[in-house]
């Protein structure tokens, strides 16, 4: 690691490195999640981030993405949590590689898509994750989320955070 990554905002031309990066991450982390197909988000990238009104990050090092985290509207899927009334977007894809980990790159690629949000008019930025992924609850509860609901599902565990702004 010779240089400080690069943070910067996507543009058009950077989508196909993007999604190649954020899928090959995506595979390593949930390969079951990875047979079913590409996510929405993904399939619309350019509607949803660079047209729509989501945001998304990455991270160059000598030229390469080395690190990348979204945002977009929360679409209110999950009946347990409310933001009727609130301006709420949902982080999603935060990926850093092994190599640019325990850094400080997550928290401030983070920080600068908070700074995004919150000239947006964002109220409250929510997440979800899980447990087995190490370090991801702890991470998050330094960016100052707080845990709102974990589910009872064996397996997932998914454990919802939110950030009021």
Do not use: C
């Not at 991270?59 to 993405?65: C, S």
Request: no cysteine; net charge negative.
């Amino acid at each position: 690691m010779n240089e400080s990554p690069i943070l910067q905002f996507v543009t058009g031309a950077d989508v196909p490195a993007v999604l190649a990066f954020v899928l090959e991450a995506r595979a390593e982390l949930f390969p079951t999640l990875s047979a079913t197909g590409m996510p929405d988000d993904l399939a619309r990238f350019e509607a949803v981030y660079l047209h729509g009104d989501g945001q998304f990050l990455i991270a160059r090092a000598e030229g390469r993405i080395v690190a990348a985290v979204g945002y977009l509207p929360y679409d209110g899927r999950f009946p347990q949590l409310n933001y009727q009334g609130l301006k709420t977007v949902e982080v999603v894809r935060l990926f850093v590689l092994p190599s640019f980990r325990r850094s400080g790159l997550a928290g401030e690629l983070y920080r600068v898509l908070e700074a995004k949000a919150l000239a947006e008019g964002v109220e409250v930025v929510y997440l979800h994750t899980h447990p087995f992924l190490p370090g991801a609850i702890d991470f998050w509860v330094r960016q100052g989320f707080e845990v709102v609901d974990v589910e009872a599902d064996s397996v997932w565990r998914t454990t919802h955070m939110q950030r009021h702004l």
